[in-house]
């Protein structure tokens, strides 16, 4: 019995210790000053070393009115961990010392890039959690759960000038007329070839045209055994290669007016190209590939042509520089008609759900707004990685004389990135040309596309037969969007 | 004696207190346990429930209610099909493989050796290790052009020009159907054989000596007793290892969703896997919900089932 009571006696102190600790009051934040009107002059200035020479920076002035906020306002950002680690350094201090000189706290928390579709979930169904979160694709089959920013990207439209379409067309759902994200950045998708495997087998600047591709590719596997590297796996470079593939040969998933299309000539020769581009040019190991095993496989030599952004040249000019010196970077590829598009890699696409109340709505709006104002710090931070929605708010990156003709992070030739000044003109987005609408975004996400290639090239079905079964999924989940009124168009 | 004395002393109606009350007592203790489990397993059970049979998606979970809708939506797409085969399939083959090797263990175990502690402590290292951390171990293991194991084949001429896996450098682990699916297995087969080889353990441990004795007396051999006298004896707690391993497989998605995510093509997809595809990523919650869910009813029929062929097997 004296046990027993020692033990209850314990128990209960441990329940009402933890009873207590729950219970006990939150310290009281510090009254903070407000302003009652604050216009903010944000002047966008280069601050950073540069490891070049470059043309002087142009200083843009911009003005954005930052409304009073109400004490206690916070700013809680979930995003990826980049891809180009500088970034997270230089965004931290940067979002917090906006959250200082205007009177909000803010926390910046990184996840990786995989975790932001279940934390958005998440959030939304517990209906707490981040103030906004920034997605890698649309986010558009989460528009129910997400605030309608359409007054945040007006207001950036008239200051800043037009939104590059590929950001638009991620965060803009035509079915509701509504600005469902706000994208501030995009990451172009170019090649990144093995110079000379490509001038040996007579491509000194690299493939051209997807016929080159097929040719050049073979020439080299057959005289090295070194195979190129586009992806038929589940996961983003395949997707995305995928779609490169299917445009440039003239073909689409649904048109503009959101229409499924995918069952076309064009598609099917798409299809038909890629499995004879694998047979020709490549390994089974592209049907086991995660995100990182073309970087991989380009950086080890061992793979002669891939589709990713400048991360993985990058991470090589790290690593081994001379061996960097022998990556070109080249467009996307012309179709047999002359199309050519490819897709952009990933976008930064802020959301803010609908729990998030008032005030910290306004902040969250006003930090973007910030953000894309110094765009030109991200993109330098970024190491040339992120490309801005809103050109005009980084010249460096596109006049004559600035960052891609002469590279800070010491590109050897300097101007070895100068290709990507053309990227807005051929980079496309999901569901080119129709919207990202939410079937756009769950083909993507549950990989029909990918799989379709895979299946032809693997030789289990015609690509006649692997575009129909493709067709009759496709047409599915659009039909079940559209009954939610989150897609237009009728086939 | 004099305490125990004490402590016999009748106490006076009036001054008991809750500690003397043991069936309040008991609900008090049991209340946390009660709790978490309510709150961790019941809720989430029959909210994901309620959303296969409503039209919700990850962007509003306000319920509509669909009927059977979203089960005919996946039962049409293969994908569903391959993860449903793929998940028995896996499930199966691995566990057959787990209860051979885990009996085989146990028995290996059961025996007195030098360093028995240490191989003990090695054995439980794959359960103990965070299903992630062990699974991405194996996709560097299985890389397609990094693997070690590749290495190794190449330094013993088994790999290569003019060997017996040539003439390839790489073996592709994951590229390949047949060897993917291999991967997955042999990745469960690492993760759940502790488990399963530590409850047979502790059912042979059990087994009452003299039968033993009697049985090597009358001039059983190794086999015969294995076979005829442990095995049966045996059957209750390899109920039991079956039971938690069929259970933790058919709700793992961890496995699959960072060593293949489903790949090559579709043909190591589970039930689990592409459930959080089409339901958090694609956003289709109530398609995901339904996916997760239907072999939900097949699995707690099978559970009852093997939890009262347990109960009559038992030796008293």
Redesign the interface.
């Given at each position: 019995?004296?046990h027993?009571?020692t033990l209850?006696?314990v128990?209960s102190l441990i329940i009402i210790g933890v009873f207590l600790a729950a219970c006990a009051p939150q310290a009281t934040p510090a009254p903070q000053k407000v302003e009652v009107t604050r216009v903010v002059k944000q002047t966008v200035k280069e601050t950073v070393v540069v490891k070049q020479p470059v043309k002087e920076t142009v200083v843009v002035e911009k003005k954005v009115e930052v409304q009073k906020f109400a004490p206690g306002t916070k700013l809680h950002i979930v995003q990826w961990s980049h891809f180009v680690p500088n970034y997270d350094k230089w965004v931290d201090p940067f979002a917090k010392a906006w959250g200082d000189a205007n009177g909000v706290d803010v926390t910046v928390d990184h996840v990786s890039i995989t975790d932001l579709?279940?934390t958005?979930?998440a959030a939304?169904?517990a209906g707490d959690g981040p103030t906004m979160i920034e997605m890698p694709v649309t986010p558009s089959?989460?528009?129910?759960?997400?605030q309608n920013l359409n007054d945040v990207n007006e207001q950036a439209q008239k200051l800043f000038g037009e939104q590059a379409p590929t950001c638009k067309a991620n965060s803009y759902l035509p079915a509701l007329k509504e600005y469902y994200g706000f994208c501030h950045g995009w990451v172009p998708d170019p090649a990144d070839y093995d110079i000379k495997l490509w001038k040996d087998a007579g491509y000194p600047n690299g493939p051209s045209t997807y016929a080159d591709l097929l040719d050049g590719g073979k020439k080299i596997k057959d005289a090295t055994?070194v195979p190129l590297g586009l992806g038929?796996?589940?996961?983003i470079d395949s997707e995305m290669a995928a779609r490169a593939i299917i445009w440039s040969f003239g073909g689409s998933i649904q048109d503009a007016n959101e229409n499924v299309t995918i069952n076309s000539p064009e598609v099917i020769e798409a299809v038909k190209y890629m499995a004879k581009l694998y047979q020709n040019a490549m390994?089974?190991?592209?049907?086991?590939?995660?995100a990182a095993?073309n970087n991989?496989?380009l950086i080890?030599g061992?793979l002669s042509y891939i589709l990713n952004s400048i991360s993985a040249y990058r991470s090589l000019q790290k690593v081994d520089p001379a061996a960097a010196d022998n990556i070109g970077i080249g467009p996307a590829l012309k179709g047999p008609r002359g199309d050519q598009h490819a897709s952009a890699h990933v976008w930064f696409i802020y959301v803010i759900p609908k729990y998030v109340n008032a005030n910290d709505t306004a902040a969250a709006k006003a930090f973007m707004l910030h953000l894309v104002a110094n765009y030109n710090q991200a993109v330098y931070n970024s190491e040339l990685y992120n490309f801005p929605a809103f050109k005009s708010t980084v010249p460096q990156l596109y006049e004559e004389g600035s960052w891609l003709d002469i590279d800070p992070f010491g590109s050897r030739p300097q101007d070895k990135l100068k290709v990507l000044r053309t990227a807005e003109d051929w980079v496309t987005y999901l569901g080119y040309p129709g919207p990202a609408n939410?079937a756009i975004?769950?083909i993507y996400?549950?990989?029909i596309i990918s799989?379709m290639m895979?299946?032809v090239a693997?030789g289990?079905m015609s690509a006649e037969d692997a575009v129909s079964?493709a067709e009759?999924?496709i047409k599915?989940i659009f039909k079940?969007w559209r009954a939610?009124g989150l897609v237009g168009g009728t086939k | 004696m004099p305490d125990r004395m004490a402590?016999e002393v009748p106490e006076k109606a009036g001054t008991r207190?809750?500690?003397?009350r043991e069936g309040l007592?008991g609900t008090?203790?049991l209340l946390p346990a009660f709790v978490y489990i309510i709150t961790l397993v019941g809720i989430p059970l029959v909210l994901a429930i309620t959303y296969s049979f409503s039209?919700v998606?990850?962007?509003?979970?306000a319920f509509d209610f669909n009927g059977l809708e979203n089960f005919r939506?996946i039962l049409?797409?293969?994908?569903f099909r391959r993860a449903l085969w793929d998940t028995l399939y896996f499930t199966i083959v691995s566990q057959i493989i787990i209860i051979i090797l885990a009996t085989a263990l146990a028995e290996l175990l059961a025996l007195d050796f030098r360093g028995k502690r240490l191989a003990r402590v090695l054995l439980i290292l794959p359960w103990a290790t965070p299903i992630s951390l062990g699974t991405i171990g194996w996709?560097w293991l299985l890389?397609?052009?990094?693997s070690p194991i590749d290495w190794v084949l190449r330094a013993i001429h088994l790999l290569g020009p003019g060997t017996i896996f040539g003439p390839?450098?790489?073996m592709?682990?994951?590229?390949?159907t047949n060897l993917?699916m291999a991967s997955v297995i042999i990745v469960y087969v690492w993760r759940f054989l502790p488990l399963s080889a530590v409850i047979l353990m502790a059912g042979l441990t059990s087994i009452n000596r003299e039968i033993l004795d009697q049985a090597a007396v009358d001039g059983s051999g190794f086999w015969r007793t294995l076979l005829e006298i442990k095995v049966p004896l045996l059957l209750p707690i390899v109920n039991v290892a079956l039971l938690f391993g069929f259970i933790s497989m058919f709700s793992d998605m961890t496995v699959i969703f960072l060593l293949?995510?489903?790949?090559?093509?579709?043909y190591t997809q589970v039930l689990a896997s592409w459930a959080y595809?089409?339901g958090?990523?694609?956003?289709?919650?109530g398609e995901g919900a339904a996916t997760a869910l239907f072999l939900f009813p097949v699995l707690l029929a099978g559970v009852i089932m093997v939890l009262r062929s347990t109960r009559r097997m038992e030796v008293t």
């Amino acid at each position: 019995m004296k046990h027993k009571r020692t033990l209850f006696l314990v128990v209960s102190l441990i329940i009402i210790g933890v009873f207590l600790a729950a219970c006990a009051p939150q310290a009281t934040p510090a009254p903070q000053k407000v302003e009652v009107t604050r216009v903010v002059k944000q002047t966008v200035k280069e601050t950073v070393v540069v490891k070049q020479p470059v043309k002087e920076t142009v200083v843009v002035e911009k003005k954005v009115e930052v409304q009073k906020f109400a004490p206690g306002t916070k700013l809680h950002i979930v995003q990826w961990s980049h891809f180009v680690p500088n970034y997270d350094k230089w965004v931290d201090p940067f979002a917090k010392a906006w959250g200082d000189a205007n009177g909000v706290d803010v926390t910046v928390d990184h996840v990786s890039i995989t975790d932001l579709a279940p934390t958005l979930t998440a959030a939304i169904d517990a209906g707490d959690g981040p103030t906004m979160i920034e997605m890698p694709v649309t986010p558009s089959s989460f528009v129910e759960g997400l605030q309608n920013l359409n007054d945040v990207n007006e207001q950036a439209q008239k200051l800043f000038g037009e939104q590059a379409p590929t950001c638009k067309a991620n965060s803009y759902l035509p079915a509701l007329k509504e600005y469902y994200g706000f994208c501030h950045g995009w990451v172009p998708d170019p090649a990144d070839y093995d110079i000379k495997l490509w001038k040996d087998a007579g491509y000194p600047n690299g493939p051209s045209t997807y016929a080159d591709l097929l040719d050049g590719g073979k020439k080299i596997k057959d005289a090295t055994g070194v195979p190129l590297g586009l992806g038929m796996s589940p996961e983003i470079d395949s997707e995305m290669a995928a779609r490169a593939i299917i445009w440039s040969f003239g073909g689409s998933i649904q048109d503009a007016n959101e229409n499924v299309t995918i069952n076309s000539p064009e598609v099917i020769e798409a299809v038909k190209y890629m499995a004879k581009l694998y047979q020709n040019a490549m390994t089974e190991e592209v049907f086991g590939w995660t995100a990182a095993s073309n970087n991989q496989g380009l950086i080890a030599g061992e793979l002669s042509y891939i589709l990713n952004s400048i991360s993985a040249y990058r991470s090589l000019q790290k690593v081994d520089p001379a061996a960097a010196d022998n990556i070109g970077i080249g467009p996307a590829l012309k179709g047999p008609r002359g199309d050519q598009h490819a897709s952009a890699h990933v976008w930064f696409i802020y959301v803010i759900p609908k729990y998030v109340n008032a005030n910290d709505t306004a902040a969250a709006k006003a930090f973007m707004l910030h953000l894309v104002a110094n765009y030109n710090q991200a993109v330098y931070n970024s190491e040339l990685y992120n490309f801005p929605a809103f050109k005009s708010t980084v010249p460096q990156l596109y006049e004559e004389g600035s960052w891609l003709d002469i590279d800070p992070f010491g590109s050897r030739p300097q101007d070895k990135l100068k290709v990507l000044r053309t990227a807005e003109d051929w980079v496309t987005y999901l569901g080119y040309p129709g919207p990202a609408n939410p079937a756009i975004a769950e083909i993507y996400s549950t990989h029909i596309i990918s799989a379709m290639m895979g299946k032809v090239a693997r030789g289990e079905m015609s690509a006649e037969d692997a575009v129909s079964e493709a067709e009759v999924q496709i047409k599915a989940i659009f039909k079940k969007w559209r009954a939610k009124g989150l897609v237009g168009g009728t086939k | 004696m004099p305490d125990r004395m004490a402590f016999e002393v009748p106490e006076k109606a009036g001054t008991r207190t809750l500690a003397d009350r043991e069936g309040l007592l008991g609900t008090l203790f049991l209340l946390p346990a009660f709790v978490y489990i309510i709150t961790l397993v019941g809720i989430p059970l029959v909210l994901a429930i309620t959303y296969s049979f409503s039209n919700v998606t990850a962007g509003n979970t306000a319920f509509d209610f669909n009927g059977l809708e979203n089960f005919r939506l996946i039962l049409a797409t293969p994908q569903f099909r391959r993860a449903l085969w793929d998940t028995l399939y896996f499930t199966i083959v691995s566990q057959i493989i787990i209860i051979i090797l885990a009996t085989a263990l146990a028995e290996l175990l059961a025996l007195d050796f030098r360093g028995k502690r240490l191989a003990r402590v090695l054995l439980i290292l794959p359960w103990a290790t965070p299903i992630s951390l062990g699974t991405i171990g194996w996709l560097w293991l299985l890389d397609s052009k990094f693997s070690p194991i590749d290495w190794v084949l190449r330094a013993i001429h088994l790999l290569g020009p003019g060997t017996i896996f040539g003439p390839g450098l790489h073996m592709n682990y994951l590229g390949k159907t047949n060897l993917a699916m291999a991967s997955v297995i042999i990745v469960y087969v690492w993760r759940f054989l502790p488990l399963s080889a530590v409850i047979l353990m502790a059912g042979l441990t059990s087994i009452n000596r003299e039968i033993l004795d009697q049985a090597a007396v009358d001039g059983s051999g190794f086999w015969r007793t294995l076979l005829e006298i442990k095995v049966p004896l045996l059957l209750p707690i390899v109920n039991v290892a079956l039971l938690f391993g069929f259970i933790s497989m058919f709700s793992d998605m961890t496995v699959i969703f960072l060593l293949t995510r489903g790949g090559p093509v579709y043909y190591t997809q589970v039930l689990a896997s592409w459930a959080y595809f089409k339901g958090v990523e694609g956003g289709a919650l109530g398609e995901g919900a339904a996916t997760a869910l239907f072999l939900f009813p097949v699995l707690l029929a099978g559970v009852i089932m093997v939890l009262r062929s347990t109960r009559r097997m038992e030796v008293t």
